[in-house]
């Protein structure tokens, strides 16, 4: 069983997926970490924002995810790439057609051996599984998804304006959804769920429901 959750930053779909795939006893998969380690690669080593180059520095990028975890050929990356400016970098890079090839394949392998997988990114169920068994595509007003933002940067003890968190949540998007390679739209059978007014409980309930009327 493949479920394939893409939707846009901020729109729950991480918390969510993770909580699925720990109720189901499934393997989670987090395809926007894999473009994050590469976006911390990237800014560590000074790599010029170039495809050519940056498919290059990818022959010495080893990455590999354990549950929640992610390693950075061996280094516990799972913090440090959970920054705004990664998540920025990250979405310039995924821009490129090479890089989200060597990606994807990537992605694919963790899945053929896993039994059942939740995916989770903006392309999974267009591009990477377009087979999967169940697609959700998930949404929330930007308004909503920045305050979202601003809640969970103060938890970590940092104040950013409202104001310039959703100026970057509307920079996301544009940048996300307009893009020519392989960009974050719903399919014709997706599921779409708007969580402005949702929580998460019930999101996860209402997933479920769906994945026991398919088992
Ligand atoms: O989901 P997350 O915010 O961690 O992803 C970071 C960025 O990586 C996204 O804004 C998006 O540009 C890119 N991404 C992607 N395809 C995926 C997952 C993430 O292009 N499957």
């Known amino acids: 069983m493949i479920i394939a959750i893409d ?18 006893g499934y393997t989670y998969v987090d395809t926007g970490a894999m473009y994050r380690t590469v976006a911390l690669y990237v800014l560590r080593n000074h790599i010029p924002l170039e495809e050519p180059a ?30 705004e400016e990664i998540g920025h970098l990250a979405s310039q890079i995924a821009r490129f057609k090479e890089v989200r090839k060597i990606l994807v394949n990537l992605q694919r392998e963790i899945g053929k051996k896993a039994k059942n997988v939740v995916i ?5 169920a267009t591009v990477v599984f377009p087979d999967a068994d169940i697609k959700i595509f ?30 970057k949540v ?18 014709e059978e997706s599921i779409i769920i708007d969580t402005t007014d949702k929580t998460i409980d019930e999101v996860i309930d209402f997933i479920i429901e769906i994945v026991k009327k398919k088992e």
């Open 54 to 83: 940056i498919v290059k520095a990818m022959e010495n990028i080893d990455i590999y995810l354990e549950d929640e975890k992610v390693y950075l050929n061996s280094e516990d990356v799972s913090d440090l790439i959970r920054t």
């Open 170 to 187: 509307i920079e996301r998007d544009k940048l996300d959804m307009e893009r020519k390679e392989s960009p974050l739209r719903p399919t």
């Open 7 to 24: 939707g846009h930053a901020g729109s729950g779909k991480s918390t969510i997926a993770k909580l699925l795939a720990k109720k189901l």
């Open 120 to 124: 989770e990114g903006r392309d999974t």
């Open 138 to 167: 998930m949404t929330a007003s930007q308004q909503v998804r920045a305050k979202r933002r601003v809640e969970q940067l103060k938890q970590k003890g940092f104040n950013v304006p409202y104001e310039h968190i959703l100026q």
